[in-house]
């Protein structure tokens, strides 16, 4: 149990082009879901957590309409990276909890390589 | 602040043996859970454990036991009788109790364990 999925894990785009990043709890409800971004050799930086059905809470220096998050649904929450330039290039990893009330296990998705030329 | 710090950035062992890997946490809440992850070079995080503020027993799974002290506010990880295949970057990380599941991570320690 606890699976969740992200599509698509490579992608490759030319500078000023929009991606979409799809991360989907396949058995279960993720009441929330959270976004993240790692560098090589780095770790993980949360970029924003998002509800179902309401607006996502970005952490302080991640641009809102640069990273645009939708919570469509208790299983699917997508990430658009938009006008992506090449600084945007990096791991994605989004994650789902379950009740968001605190201390919950959060589990991951394979992760999104994404690299803008 | 609530901070996790993990000081070994990299360790390299010889398979068969052990090996620990520290985690150092920093929190005001008297409520709140430590979790360790597995970042193998697919890159996937694998969860391996949770633990709460209020449980100090130590876990023992198969290889891999960790040891809780509040006192000293750390949360190490041994893998015992290591494997080529224990070869990831390991992250601990901490979470607030209230009204969130927001991790707070690690640098993650790399470790290379050679046949």
């Known amino acids: 149990g606890a699976v969740v999925s992200q599509h698509p894990s490579w992608v490759i785009c030319k500078s000023g082009t929009s991606v979409k990043i799809e991360c989907r709890s396949l058995d279960f409800q993720a009441t929330t879901m959270f976004w993240y971004r790692q560098f090589p050799k780095q770790s993980l930086m949360l970029m924003a957590t998002s509800n179902e059905g309401s607006k996502a809470t970005y952490e302080q220096g991640v641009e809102k309409d640069k990273f645009l998050i939708n919570h469509a649904s208790l299983t699917l929450s997508t990430l658009t990276v938009t006008s992506a330039h090449p600084e945007d290039s990096s791991f994605y990893i989004c994650?789902?909890?379950?009740?968001?009330?605190?201390?919950?296990?959060?589990?991951f998705g394979p992760g999104t390589r994404l690299l803008v030329l | 602040a609530q901070k996790v710090t993990q000081a070994q950035t990299e360790i390299s062992v010889v398979e068969k043996e052990d090996v620990t890997l520290d985690c150092v946490y920093e929190t005001r809440d008297t409520t709140y859970y430590l979790f360790w992850y597995k970042q193998p070079p697919s890159g996937e995080l694998v969860f391996l454990i949770r633990r709460n503020s209020f449980d100090e027993q130590n876990e023992i799974s198969g290889r891999y036991s960790w040891n809780f002290q509040k006192s000293t506010s750390s949360f190490n990880f041994t893998i015992t009788a290591s494997q080529v295949v224990d070869s990831a970057v390991y992250f601990c990380?901490?979470?607030?109790?209230?009204?969130?599941?927001?991790?707070?991570f690690g640098t993650g320690t790399r470790l290379q364990v050679f046949p």
């Open positions: 994650s789902a909890g379950t009740s968001g009330r605190g201390g919950e296990t959060q589990y």
């Open positions: 990380a901490l979470s607030e109790a209230y009204n969130t599941d927001k991790l707070i």
